[in-house]
C-alpha cells in the first residue's frame, strides 16, 4: 500500500511541474486566451490538493 501510494505521489508531483510549466510557457505567449491560464491554475491548485491528500494518507499508513 506504501508503495502504490509513493508512485501516485511521484505521479502528481511530475503533473504538477508539467501544468506548472505550460502556464509559464502561457504566459509568455500574447496569443493564449486567459481563460486557458485559469483552467491551468485550478488543475495545479488540485493536483496540489491531491498531492497534500496522498502525503496525509503516506502518514496515516506509517504509524
Do not use: C, E, H, W
Request: charged letters at 15%; aromatic letters at 2%; glycine letters at 12%.
Amino acid at each position: 500500500m506504501k508503495t502504490f501510494l509513493m508512485i501516485l505521489l511521484g505521479i502528481d508531483m511530475i503533473a504538477v511541474v508539467i501544468v506548472m510549466l505550460v502556464g509559464a510557457l502561457g504566459m509568455a505567449n500574447v496569443n493564449r486566451s486567459p481563460r486557458t491560464s485559469n483552467k491551468l491554475m485550478r488543475a495545479r491548485v488540485i493536483l496540489q490538493g491531491v498531492g497534500i491528500g496522498l502525503v496525509v494518507l503516506l502518514m496515516m499508513t506509517g504509524r
